[in-house]
């Protein structure tokens, strides 16, 4: 049964930074896989932030790039995302995603693809 368990997640002013992490169990990191994360402000639908692949190619919306970075520690089965310069358009709750097909992450970013999900946690940016 794999589990993602996200964390990190806070209030900040504009101009700071957060970094996430997304605890993954019941997750074989040897073979092929794609990891993501994606995000949910009300009354929007889920977009997608970033994601990495097995190989640790990654991808980036134009929304975040230049100020997220997507990485992963494989040893200890641990996605991160940093999240610097923030602003006010960032808050939103902020999902992680897996699924064992590592074109999962050249699929443009849709949601529905992914087969496992975390709980999400909140990420609050004020002005």
């Known amino acids: 049964q794999v589990q993602l368990v996200e964390s990190g997640g806070g209030s900040v002013q504009a101009g700071g930074s957060l970094r996430l992490s997304c605890a993954a169990s019941?997750?074989?990191?040897?073979?092929?896989?794609?990891m993501a994360w994606f995000r949910q402000a009300p009354g929007n639908e889920r977009e997608g932030v970033a994601t990495?692949?097995?190989?640790?190619?990654?991808l980036y919306a134009e929304a975040v790039k230049g100020r997220f970075t997507i990485s992963k520690d494989n040893a200890k089965n641990i996605l991160y995302l940093q999240m610097n310069s923030l602003k006010h358009e960032d808050t939103a709750m902020y999902y992680c995603?897996?699924?064992?097909?590592?074109?999962?992450?050249?699929?443009?970013?849709?949601?529905?693809?992914?087969?496992?999900w975390g709980q999400g946690t909140q990420v609050t940016v004020s002005s």
């Open positions: 995603a897996a699924d064992s097909n590592i074109y999962r992450c050249y699929s443009g970013f849709r949601a529905f693809r992914f087969g496992y």
């Open positions: 990495i692949d097995s190989d640790g190619s990654t």
């Open positions: 019941g997750y074989t990191y040897s073979r092929n896989y794609c």
